[in-house]
């Protein structure tokens, strides 16, 4: 079983919708939880940030962490074709340089 | 700020020879430095980590005498792939991070996409 599991899509929504991407994980030791966007050949831009368990939200970006079930999601509000990218989820153990575990990535298209 | 970069962005080899990429933090220190892997639709999958000065830490099943790291200042690491064969194509991404950051702190390169024939 994989440490970070992720749905790889992919997943078009039409612009304007409410898209929710999602990761499950199997390490209770996880405390620090991240959302990245990859545009085509290209590398991984954070996006947001969560630690522990809760909600945050930047602009049309909430994030979600429950980890009493182990599942973490992102919502996009107000979806725009800009926002068709590739979203990984991640996740660390600690706050030190430690090793960051990726998920696979859910392709998203918007489509205008 | 906080901004990485990687050359050369695409790389194509003949199978047999060697490759080096570089990554470079242009605006910060990077005290740790990490490299990636991914394959087409696939996760970043971490290869090693590498702190100045010092030798990388390899991930289970890399090959440390195939993937060479050198993190020789706080400004540049390279990933030299030795006598490559075509299952090493695949895109190769670097981060880096300053002392004392957090791990969500990992500035991304955007990435080396390597093609051996």
């Known amino acids: 079983q994989k440490e970070v599991e992720q749905d790889p899509g992919p997943l078009s929504v039409p612009e304007g919708a409410i898209v929710s991407l999602n990761c499950t994980y199997s390490?209770?030791?996880?405390?620090?939880f991240m959302w990245y966007r990859q545009y085509s050949r290209k590398g991984p831009e954070l996006l947001m940030y969560t630690y522990s368990s809760g909600n945050k939200e930047d602009g049309r970006f909430t994030a979600q962490v429950d980890k009493s079930s182990k599942y973490i999601s992102l919502f996009i509000r107000d979806s725009q074709p800009s926002d068709s990218a590739t979203y990984l989820c991640?996740?660390?153990?600690?706050?030190?340089?430690?090793?960051?575990?990726f998920g696979s990535g859910t392709r998203l298209s918007i489509r205008p | 700020g906080a901004v990485v970069s990687q050359h050369p962005s695409w790389v194509i080899c003949k199978s047999g020879t060697s490759v080096k990429i570089e990554c470079r933090s242009l605006?910060?220190?990077?005290?740790?430095m990490f490299w990636y892997r991914q394959f087409p639709k696939q996760s970043l999958m971490l290869m090693a980590t590498s702190n100045e000065g010092s030798k990388a830490t390899y991930e289970q099943g890399v090959e440390k005498d195939k993937f060479l790291i050198n993190h020789a200042s706080l400004t540049l690491s390279t990933l030299t792939v030795t006598s490559a064969h075509p299952e090493d194509s695949s895109f190769y991404i670097c981060?880096?991070?300053?002392?004392?950051?957090?791990?969500?702190?990992?500035?991304f390169g955007p990435g080396t996409r390597l093609t051996v024939t």
């Open positions: 981060s880096a991070q300053t002392g004392g950051s957090v791990s969500y702190e990992q500035y």
């Open positions: 605006d910060f220190q990077a005290t740790t």
């Open positions: 390490n209770s030791a996880f405390q620090y």
């Open positions: 991640a996740m660390s153990a600690d706050s030190s340089a430690s090793k960051i575990i």
